[in-house]
């Protein structure tokens, strides 16, 4: 793997849970299966969302398992602000796992 893409994976994954800890602290309350808004977290945390970061830090998250898209919240029109599709998640027993590091 390249010097750059190493990088951009561990900004992904240094975003992802800069987020995930967002909503751990806003939202969910280490409650699995809690509703989660990674959109709100994201402006909390200081990123941008639908900026790449943004879309590479939920990509990790959700290969990860610590985020699991809601179908009955999926939208037709996919914009920026939902770039996977969704508006909500559920937050996971993995990510407790992933925040406890």
């Not at 751990?24 to 945390?45: F, I, V």
Request: glycine share 8%.
């Amino acid at each position: 793997m390249s010097t750059g893409r190493t990088t951009i994976k561990a900004r992904a994954r240094s975003d992802g849970l800069r987020i995930l800890r967002t909503i751990n602290d806003t939202q969910a309350h280490g409650e699995e299966g809690a509703r989660a808004d990674p959109t709100r977290a994201a402006h909390e945390a200081g990123l941008d969302v639908g900026s790449e970061r943004y879309q590479d830090a939920m990509a990790y998250l959700i290969e990860h398992a610590a985020l699991l898209a809601d179908a009955r919240m999926a939208f037709d029109d996919v914009g920026d602000e939902h770039p996977n599709g969704y508006v909500s998640y559920f937050f996971t027993r993995r990510a407790l796992v992933l925040l406890e590091g």
